[in-house]
């Protein structure tokens, strides 16, 4: 079974914190592996995205880390904001998309 | 530029009830069509995709089912809705192997 496994299930974070959410593969086909964002009552909005050649991406305070040998992933928010509060999933897949469960995450004031 | 539209936002129907959601895409031609199913506070399953007008591929059997008309075109129905078919429904496209879009969402509640 081609499982994403997606952690921590929900994370508080102090605003000005760093927010880790996890997540690990099993298909080692995999070549794309994307982020996305979803705020309430809305679709998930791609947010970053890295392929394996690569083992780190950063988009302003948004960073992929990615580890091919150990088939992990990470995503870290550097000075996170209340407005970065909002449900993140990963995902990998090397056509269609296999999703992780999601992180809800809270940045307190 | 692309844009995804889906309607209806919100519906509430009886259970037995027929349902119809439907997903249109802008701005792109013969794009991978998908509808997911998202339960409230879980993650996305993937319900059908498309890669063509007529092509379909079911991921879980169940009593939805998906059309796709025209090329950009795509319709998740239901002859006879079930409780458990509440959610939150979300179609998204996209070109080859490159990214998902995904459309603003169907909050589907049956009663």
């Known amino acids: 079974q081609q499982q994403v496994k997606q952690s921590p299930q929900s994370l508080i974070v102090q605003k000005g914190g760093i927010s880790i959410i996890n997540c690990a593969y099993e298909?080692?086909?995999?070549?794309?592996f994307p982020w996305y964002q979803q705020f309430p009552g809305k679709g998930p909005a791609l947010l970053i995205a890295?392929?394996?050649?690569?083992s780190e991406k950063k988009e302003g305070r948004f960073t992929i880390s990615f580890n091919k040998s150990a088939k992990q992933f990470s995503l870290h928010i550097m000075d996170s904001q209340p407005g970065d509060s909002a449900t993140y999933f990963c995902?990998?897949?090397?056509?269609?998309?296999?999703f992780g469960s999601g992180t809800q995450l809270t940045v307190l004031p | 530029s692309q844009t995804i539209h889906q309607w209806p936002a919100t519906l509430v129907q009886p259970v037995g009830s027929p349902l119809s959601l439907e997903c249109t895409v802008e701005g792109t031609s013969n794009p991978n069509l998908y509808w997911y199913r998202q339960a409230a506070g879980r993650g996305l399953q993937l319900l059908f995709y498309?890669?063509?007008?007529?092509?379909i591929s079911s991921e879980v059997p169940q009593n939805l089912s998906a059309s796709r008309p025209q090329d950009r075109q795509f319709i998740l129905s239901s002859k006879k809705l079930l409780l458990s078919d509440s959610g939150f429904y979300l179609c998204?496209?996209?070109?080859?192997?490159?990214?998902?879009?995904f459309g603003e969402g169907s909050r589907l509640t049956v009663l």
């Open positions: 890295i392929r394996p050649d690569v």
């Open positions: 498309s890669v063509g007008i007529g092509q």
């Open positions: 995902a990998a897949g090397g056509g269609q998309l296999t």
């Open positions: 298909n080692t086909a995999f070549d794309y």
């Open positions: 998204a496209w996209s070109v080859g192997l490159g990214e998902l879009f």
